[in-house]
């Protein structure tokens, strides 16, 4: 927990129902008084209500979100800060940054050889006849099944290179490369450097971290502009 205080685990133990002063004083393992001054303060705020039971005001149900979600990522980021410190994360938009923690069951796959290491095990976990999503920010170095992918978000400097993908829209710089299907997700990011990262990258077919590329894709999408082939033959 990146935060711990009485005030805050009180907050916490009652994101899912009410308790009595006497039952959080046993959670906690503190004195029925330090709960009621905390409890106290916490009404000052407006973040709880106290009648029979003490219960989150909605304004308290939306902290309590908050902080919960908090120490989720925390959690999930310290599992392996040197992989998320070394990278840039400007290409992810901060709504699903402050989800990261959606892609804990993903795997860090990396190699010293091996361009995309994953790749190979994407499409492993797919169907052939899985539709694919890809956002990229470089002209891939190898030719994998071009004609499954469904819609893509390419550089602007990638378009006159590109015309068997399926639906393309265009972003300056997407700062990203990354596969979705509806079982499988895999994503790489560029270094601090700038350079996008061919060695490293993370892979799951959880159903949440799939989740979380669909949502960066159709966001990515929106900000994006739909390419015209015909006037690029």
């Known amino acids: 927990m990146i935060v711990k205080n009485t005030g805050v685990s009180i907050i916490l133990n009652l994101r899912k129902r009410g308790f009595r002063n006497v039952e959080l004083a046993k959670m906690l393992g503190v004195s029925r008084a330090l709960i009621s001054q905390h409890v106290q303060k916490l009404q000052e705020l407006g973040l709880v209500d106290k009648g029979r039971e003490i219960n989150l005001t909605n304004s308290g149900r939306i902290i309590a979100e908050q902080i919960h979600l908090v120490n989720h ?48 095990r994407f499409f492993e976990m797919i169907s052939d006849n899985d539709p694919i999503k890809m956002i990229t920010c470089i002209l891939l170095p190898f030719n994998f099944s071009l004609k499954r992918i469904d819609e893509a978000i390419i550089s602007e400097s990638l378009l006159e290179k590109v015309s068997n993908y399926g639906r393309i829209y265009l972003m300056k710089n997407p700062r990203i490369f990354c596969l979705i299907s509806d079982n499988a997700f895999c994503m790489s990011l560029p270094k601090l450097s700038g350079e996008l990262d061919t060695k490293a990258g ?8 799939v989740r979380w590329g669909k949502e960066l894709f159709e966001y990515l999408k929106l900000n994006s502009q739909s390419a015209n082939f015909s006037s690029h033959p």
């Open 202 to 209: 993370l892979i799951s077919c959880d159903a949440s971290a």
């Open 73 to 120: 990522n925390l959690d999930f980021l310290k599992k392996d800060p040197e992989f998320w410190n070394r990278h840039d994360l400007t290409g992810i938009p901060l709504h699903l940054l402050f989800r990261i923690s959606e892609l804990e069951c993903c795997e860090v796959a990396t190699s010293d050889n091996e361009l995309f290491p994953y790749i190979s």
